[in-house]
């Protein structure tokens, strides 16, 4: 009879205690390390390796430059090429001026987020393999288990942003009153532009 609230207590202590606190942080610790090491194994055994993909092309913008004529290109043409300008403003003479920036990112061959040459010759995200398939599953179980078990739940970190190096393209075109191309200056300069997966 004196035993019984002895093995209560036990069973108490076990099932994580009154209050649940010792049976939450047990958990998250296992199963969060656990879905850790399976993820990081994971990842690591996906990354590509150097020297097996396709060198990528150089970006065609100094190509693009070049076919700028100046009295021929106007601002209809220019802006279906390269885009919507960065910056614009009103020239002395009462034309308008548009700069550009953009940067090329030079990638690591080992970098998960590498871009790969697609089969028309376009830069596209590199396809996940099955094993990455297996390690997004994972994780996503993971984060089920911790949406089951701990209230509030855990929020995701934003992803801390990644800087490559890369080349700095520069360029400033000027448009006559009529919208004509009067004259362009282009530059360009190594720097370093923040990474995003394509696509």
């Known amino acids: ?3 019984e609230p002895e093995m209560g207590r ?3 202590v076990s099932a994580g205690g009154a209050d649940g606190v010792a049976f939450r942080r047990g ?3 296992v199963c969060g390390g656990l879905v850790a090491a399976v993820s990081t194994w994971l990842l690591v055994g996906c990354t590509p390796v150097p020297g097996e993909l396709e060198p990528l092309p150089r970006h065609p913008f100094p190509r693009w430059v070049e076919q700028l004529e100046v009295g021929s290109s106007d601002a209809e043409i220019v802006r279906a090429r390269f885009g919507e300008p960065h910056a614009v403003e009103q020239s002395v003479t009462g034309g308008a001026i548009h700069r550009y920036r953009f940067a090329e990112i030079h990638w690591p061959d080992d970098d998960p987020d590498r871009p790969v040459v697609g089969a028309r010759g376009h830069l596209e995200p590199r396809p996940r393999t099955k094993r990455e398939d297996i390690g997004a599953s994972i994780a996503a179980f993971g984060r089920w288990l911790d949406w089951l078990m701990f209230y509030p ?5 934003p992803a801390a942003p990644r800087y490559l190096p890369a080349t700095i393209h520069h360029l400033e075109v000027r448009f006559d009153l009529e919208g004509r191309l009067v004259a362009y200056a282009y530059r360009s300069e190594p720097g370093r532009a ?3 997966r394509p696509g």
């Open 1 to 3: 009879m004196e035993r």
């Open 10 to 12: 036990r069973a108490a």
């Open 27 to 29: 958990g998250r610790g």
């Open 153 to 157: 739940p855990r929020q995701p970190r």
């Open 194 to 196: 923040p990474a995003t």
